[in-house]
C-alpha cells in the first residue's frame, strides 16, 4: 500500500508566493519520477511539471519561470514553489508518483496519484 499526501494548497493573491508539498510513504522500494498536475473547473487534468530521481525537470510551458519543482529523495518528497501566481493557475493541484513497490515476490512499477489540494489565486 501508498500513499501520496499533498500540503500546502489554499488561497494565495496574485503575484503572491506558496509552496506545495507531497510526502510518499508505504512499500516503497524506489521512486522514479514525481510530479504535479492540476485541474481547473470544467477542464482536463495538464501537466505541471515533473521531476526525476537525477533532478531533471520538465515543465509546461506556462508554468516556465513561474514554477520550481523540486524534491527530497531523503524523504520520499516533492515540492511545487509556486511564484507570482495568477488567477487563471486556481485549480487542484494533483500529485503523481511513478515509483517500484514491495511485493512479496519482488517489486513492480505503479503510478500513484494524491488526492489532490485546492489552490485558489485571488486577484
Known amino acids: 500500500q501508498v500513499q501520496l499526501v499533498e500540503s500546502g494548497g489554499g488561497l494565495v493573491q496574485a503575484g503572491g508566493s506558496l509552496r506545495l508539498s507531497c510526502a510518499a510513504s508505504?512499500?516503497?522500494?524506489?521512486?522514479?519520477?514525481m510530479g504535479w498536475y492540476r485541474q481547473a473547473p470544467g477542464k482536463q487534468r495538464e501537466l505541471v511539471a515533473t521531476?526525476?530521481?537525477?533532478?531533471?525537470?520538465n515543465y509546461a510551458d506556462s508554468m516556465k519561470g513561474r514554477f520550481t519543482i523540486s524534491r527530497d529523495n531523503t524523504k520520499n518528497t516533492v515540492y511545487l514553489q509556486m511564484s507570482g501566481p495568477k488567477p487563471e493557475d486556481t485549480a487542484v493541484y494533483f500529485c503523481?508518483?511513478?515509483?517500484?513497490?514491495?511485493?512479496?515476490?519482488?517489486?513492480?512499477?505503479?503510478?500513484?496519484w494524491g488526492q489532490g489540494t485546492q489552490v485558489t489565486v485571488s486577484s
Open positions: 503523481y508518483a511513478n515509483l517500484n513497490v514491495h511485493l512479496g515476490w519482488g517489486t513492480r512499477q505503479y503510478d500513484y
Open positions: 508505504g512499500s516503497i522500494f524506489s521512486i522514479n519520477t
Open positions: 521531476i526525476t530521481t537525477g533532478g531533471s525537470t
